[in-house]
């Protein structure tokens, strides 16, 4: 099996070429990822005394095999971090040179001052990631990306199984996953 890699600018061009792929073909009700759940726990962000407005949690983002994801989420106006990966699930999808990714990591900072209350009551926040992405190309070739300083953006809605939400979009390439309900897990926004 022959392995390689491709670079930032590599997959520009090849995004931009015959190889493009639109968001729309990206986008669907399920998230790509497998992440472990944030340091810090619901019961310590909820104690008495916690007065600034944080979003915290995790759990599997239901979808097809191949599309279901974990993630794991811990932020606050004073930062935070957030983590969402597909690993060593069969399926996946198209994006780019990749034919079929295997397995996708997006993990980031928050941005400082990015987290949003919005008036329906989810919860928005932004920063910069790194995504790895393994997948095969047409041929079946391995391919490895590894992009560092990625902007995203994500919104959450609070719950458990069913009725928590999660989107995903990785601006910086050009990918949006979801809104998708939690399968197991559980959200919880403080405003």
């Given at each position: ?71 794991g989420i811990g932020a606050t106006s004073a930062g935070g971090s957030f983590q969402c990966v597909m690993a060593g699930r069969s399926g ?100």
């Amino acid at each position: 099996m022959q392995v390689s890699s491709i670079s930032r600018a590599a997959l520009a061009a090849l995004l931009s070429g015959a190889f493009a792929c639109s968001a729309d073909r990206i986008q669907s009700p399920s998230v790509p990822g497998l992440s472990t759940a944030p340091a810090s726990s619901v019961a310590d962000q909820n104690s008495p005394g916690a007065s600034d407005a944080r979003v915290v949690g995790g759990g599997v983002v239901d979808g097809p095999l191949g599309l279901t994801s974990q993630l794991g989420i811990g932020a606050t106006s004073a930062g935070g971090s957030f983590q969402c990966v597909m690993a060593g699930r069969s399926g996946g999808f198209p994006f780019g040179p990749w034919s079929q990714v295997l397995q996708m990591e997006v993990h980031g900072n928050v941005t400082p001052g990015s987290l949003t209350i919005n008036s329906d009551g989810s919860a928005t926040f932004s920063g910069k990631a790194r995504v790895q992405v393994v997948g095969r190309d047409a041929t079946g070739k391995i391919l490895r990306a590894d992009f560092s300083d990625i902007d995203y953006n994500t919104t959450h809605t609070a719950g458990g199984a069913g009725v928590a939400t999660h989107q995903l979009n990785v601006v910086g390439l050009g990918l949006v996953f979801g809104p998708t309900p939690l399968k197991s897990g559980r959200i919880t926004i403080v405003p």
